[in-house]
């Protein structure tokens, strides 16, 4: 696995190249910081503009939940947003990293990677089978005609 940690700073085609480059992709926000919450959907609705496949794997994570006492993002709002992106959610530390919960947040985007590899790949399979079985149907129309 290679881990690109982007800069935040990015023009709109360096975001770009970023997003076509990844497999899946970690949105972190600072529960400190209502505007970095807030840049969230822009940059989904990006994403699933430039990105295709299209319902790219996503998690979502709000940074510095040793920082509670400075919290200006409810925990409920990133699991509804989370919900609306239907992705997973974690709060964590990358300073406390109590429980291992910043390893798990990766451990659930190769998860999720993984899942739609396999889900495209079977779908693949799926479509050259029907081109096979049309290409050998035609032939036989041809043949018995
Ligand atoms: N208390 C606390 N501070 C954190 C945590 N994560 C990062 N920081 C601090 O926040 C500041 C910014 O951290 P960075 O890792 O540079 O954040 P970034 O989003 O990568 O910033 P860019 O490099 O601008 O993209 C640093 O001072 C970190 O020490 C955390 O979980 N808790």
């Not at 798990?104 to 399979?125: D, I, P």
């Amino acid at each position: 696995m290679e881990i690109l940690d982007t800069a935040g700073q990015e023009d709109i085609q360096q975001k770009e190249s970023h997003m076509r480059w990844g497999d899946g992709f970690v949105i972190v926000y600072d529960i400190t910081d209502r505007g970095s919450f807030e840049e969230v959907a822009p940059l989904r609705s990006l994403l699933e503009e430039v990105k295709r496949p299209k319902n790219v794997p996503l998690v979502l994570v709000g940074n510095k939940s040793d920082l509670d006492h400075a919290r200006q993002v409810g925990t409920e709002e990133g699991e509804r947003l989370a919900a609306e992106m239907a992705c997973a959610f974690y709060e964590c530390s990358a300073c406390a990293n109590e429980g291992g919960t910043v390893a798990e947040a990766f451990h659930e985007l190769c998860r999720e990677v993984r899942r739609r590899k396999a889900v495209q790949g079977k779908a693949r399979r799926r479509s050259s089978t029907t081109h096979v079985k049309q290409a050998i149907n035609k032939m036989l129309t041809k043949i018995s005609s």
